[in-house]
């Protein structure tokens, strides 16, 4: 869908998956690593736990799909590069620490002198400015401060940061979101322009009910365990895993299958056909469900359960879901080629898959520099001249 | 004067309800597109209110029709508003849309150019198309919540519906990419999001783990992912339910906490020595960072570690968020609008600054209903008469 818009990514974990977005809806993403390769080639796992540049499955993961360059920004003929590279770029993500780019007079007000077209998009923990915008960050201290990690956990301990980079992964969810916005504008007619995204504020205005809670009930969302703030879901132990039921729905139709397995104990009592006592006596349900699911396969019962109409599922880990069949009928993971491995190895796949019935694969991540020559010669370089810049370091 | 939004003359027809697909037209509405949300009484599967807080938060900025759409009148004039718009988007389980007479084949004959946006919980196709779920239902299934807990003990997952937000953007990012195919070609184009399928994805590593080292990834706590670094944690501080997160992640930040927690002789000791070390021995390690942190108050904790370069964050709750943080009120993330029947409302905007067309905030969530006059009337040409009688008939309700 975005094919011919030419994306320059300049990121560090929390804008790889802006990048990866970007290139997943056809975007030609050009990444530029720094001479050697970047840091985020050292987060693991590695292949056969082996740490190397090109065998973290990290950096596997977040870069498929995009093509890769080296530049040493810290040189002025890097510098000089950089600028061309952007002129011919529609977006730049960037997740620099504010103030870096403009140090090297990289800024956006530079950058946008060369191509006015131009959309930048920044991604930082806190932000361009104000009061936090020098303060550090990592996933857990931007999850923190996002209002994210206070509310997962149990109730009687520590608060607990999602599994993940889901801070970074929202900001750079927003980050494409803006892109696009800004595109859709300057090929309108407008101009281009700077984007501020925090990662910070990102987490914060998608927290489901915790910001709606203070402001209407003047209540602090809390953490509680797998049970949902709505009271009305919670995870489950069966024979063989667990699962996601919902409590409070189509009380009649839960009771009743309950009982067909002579596991409703009282709650077939008239009394709890009256929802606030549900909601009051609710750890009695919870214990008298518990004593069934414990009698349950997790597959057997979210089976029963959706032909019902119940909301259930089955609490997967990457093992069980790499089998799932729904998403094997829908074709969801991709095969991807690794020459250096001698096999394709699976991926999750996009959430925008084409529509058109072509195929669904992606190009693994590149190796160090591996699109040098390639990029560099579209801006009108020589191999020879590409070849140079290599050995003065600049490349 | 405000500037112009950037989706300025876009017009997206909104059929969604709950949060995913709220969020997604939310969105839209917050850069200038003109979304009018189709609502009725008696289709609604939820029964939200129009007046609720939790309606107002992802509403605002959309307009609202009524139209019952199990009658073939208001059906007629779905069809009509869609051949008028550029985006149509629904959130239903499949079928619903069918069942409507509004599925893509038959709107995309009056309007070839139309983007439509379906996105189910498991999408159009496959054996679970027809299965119900919420957010808690799509983390379960998507992984996220095996993989958000403790070693060894029970699941526990995110504690909201995280996912509904990630469908939101999900879906809004294929709009406007499709919206950018279309203006280069001309072409709409109908869109089959499956939420699981936007979820999956976001657990990639360990995808990627199972399928070439065969390791199945198991849940970690606070402990960092696939980086050496520790002190990595959420630390108790001085308060009810206060905390800190603090990441050292280099040997100098490790040098840098350190000094700024005054240079304790147990820092000292060689078994937190080397990053390596300090992982190997991060149970002893954490307790000792505790002693320090639990004598100060987050902010505290916060302010000292970061003057010294040193990652922490406050564990902020809904009241830090809102009522303290001086850098999410810096950047504006939380407005108010004024509502004709509940007075000033109050909600979470945008995490992203623009520096050309910034986020609008035009007015707040419609009444039921609201819209009725513009949409009809001004929209589709309709007389005050025809729109009064199909109110009567129990077509516009």
Not at chain 1, 103 to 128: A, D
Not at chain 2, 269 to 287: C, I, M, Q
């Amino acid at each position: 869908m975005l094919k011919g818009v030419k994306v320059l990514e300049l990121a560090d974990e929390k804008g790889l998956y802006c990048g990866k977005l970007l290139a997943q809806l056809g975007a030609d993403v050009i990444k530029v690593e720094r001479p050697g390769g970047d840091h985020t080639r050292n987060i693991g796992p590695f292949l056969q736990d082996v740490p190397h540049p090109d065998k973290s499955l990290f950096f596997w993961f977040y870069n498929t799909d995009k093509r890769g360059i080296t530049l040493n920004l810290e040189t002025p003929q890097g510098q000089e590069l950089f600028k061309k590279l952007v002129g011919s770029a529609d977006v730049l993500v960037e997740t620099c620490p504010p103030g870096f780019l403009e140090e090297m007079s990289l800024g956006y007000e530079v950058l946008k002198g060369s191509n006015p077209g131009l959309i930048m998009v920044s991604i930082t923990p806190f932000g361009q400015k104000g009061p936090y915008h020098n303060y550090k960050a990592s996933e857990l201290v931007a999850s923190a401060m996002g209002g994210q990690a206070y509310i997962c956990g149990e109730k009687d301990t520590f608060p607990l940061n999602p599994f993940g980079l889901q801070a970074y992964h929202l900001a750079s969810y927003f980050g494409a979101v803006g892109a696009i916005v800004a595109l859709l504008h300057r090929n309108m007619g407008g101009a281009g322009q700077h984007i501020d995204v925090s990662v910070q504020a990102a987490v914060a205005v998608a927290l489901d009910h915790v910001n709606v809670k203070y402001f209407s009930e003047n209540l602090i969302a809390k953490r509680q365990g797998s049970l949902h703030w709505s009271r009305g879901f919670r995870v489950f132990p069966c024979k063989d895993g667990h699962i996601l039921l919902s409590m409070l729905y189509q009380w009649d139709i839960l009771v009743q299958m309950m009982a067909q397995d002579g596991m409703a104990a009282d709650l077939e009592d008239g009394k709890w056909q009256d929802p606030r006592i549900r909601m009051s006596e609710l750890p009695h349900i919870i214990r008298v469900v518990e004593e069934w699911t414990r009698t349950q396969q997790t597959e057997t019962l979210m089976e029963r359960g959706q032909v019902l109409r119940f909301p259930w599922g089955v609490v997967n880990s990457p093992e069980t879901l790499s089998d799932n069949p729904h998403l094997a009928a829908r074709g969801f993971f991709m095969e991807v080629e690794h020459p250096g491995l001698g096999r394709a190895v699976k991926y999750p796949g996009s959430p925008f898959p084409p529509n058109d019935g072509s195929s669904k694969t992606a190009r693994r991540a590149p190796h160090v520099g591996e699109d040098n020559q390639e990029v560099y010669g579209e801006l009108g370089l020589s191999q020879e001249e590409v070849s140079d810049l290599v050995s003065q370091g600049v490349i | 004067m405000m500037a112009r939004g950037s989706l300025e003359g876009l017009r997206v027809l909104d059929f969604t309800w709950v949060l995913a697909g709220p969020y997604c037209t939310r969105i839209l509405a917050d850069y200038g597109a003109e979304v009018i949300k189709v609502q009725s009484a008696v289709t609604d599967p939820s029964g939200e209110s129009n007046l609720s807080g939790y309606f107002n938060t992802w509403n605002r900025n959309k307009r609202s029709v009524t139209l019952n759409l199990n009658r073939p009148r208001a059906q007629a004039v779905a069809k009509r508003l869609a051949a008028l718009s550029d985006v149509v988007v629904e959130n239903f389980s499949p079928r619903v849309m069918e069942s409507w007479g509004l599925d893509y084949p038959v709107l995309t004959q009056a309007n070839p150019s139309l983007v439509m946006m379906r996105m189910s919980g498991f999408g159009q196709t496959g054996p679970w198309r027809d299965y119900v779920a919420f957010g808690p239902t799509i983390q379960a299934l998507a992984g996220l919540t095996y993989l958000t807990g403790f070693p060894g003990r029970e699941p526990l997952g995110m504690g909201h519906s995280f996912s509904d937000h990630i469908a939101g953007l999900a879906a809004a990012l294929a709009i406007l990419s499709a919206l950018e195919h279309r203006r280069g070609t001309g072409k709409g184009q109908y869109i089959d999001l499956s939420q699981l399928e936007a979820i999956c994805p976001l657990l990639g590593p360990a995808f990627l783990d199972m399928a070439v080292n065969g390791r199945a990834q198991e849940p970690v706590g606070n402990s960092p992912m696939g980086q050496v670094a520790a002190p990595y944690g959420v630390y108790r501080c001085l308060g009810d339910d206060r905390w800190c997160a603090i990441s050292v992640s280099s040997q100098e930040e490790w040098k840098a906490f350190c000094r700024a927690i005054g240079d304790p002789p147990w820092v000292k000791e060689p078994t937190f020595a080397s990053p390596e070390s300090r992982v190997k021995n991060a149970l002893t390690l954490d307790k000792r960072v505790e002693s320090w942190t639990k004598e100060h108050t987050p902010e505290e904790v916060m302010s000292i570690l970061q003057e010294a370069g040193v990652p922490a964050g406050i564990l902020q709750n809904a009241e830090d968020l809102i009522k303290k943080d001086p850098q999410l009120s810096y950047r504006g993330v939380y407005a108010s609008l004024f509502h004709p029947q509940k007075g000033a409302t109050f909600f979470d905007t945008t995490p992203m600054i623009f520096s050309e067309t910034p986020a609008q905030l035009r007015r707040a969530a419609p009444l039921m209903g609201e819209d009725n006059e513009y949409v009809l009337g001004d929209i589709l040409g309709m007389s005050g008469e025809e729109i009064a009688q199909g109110k009567r008939d129990g077509d516009f309700i």
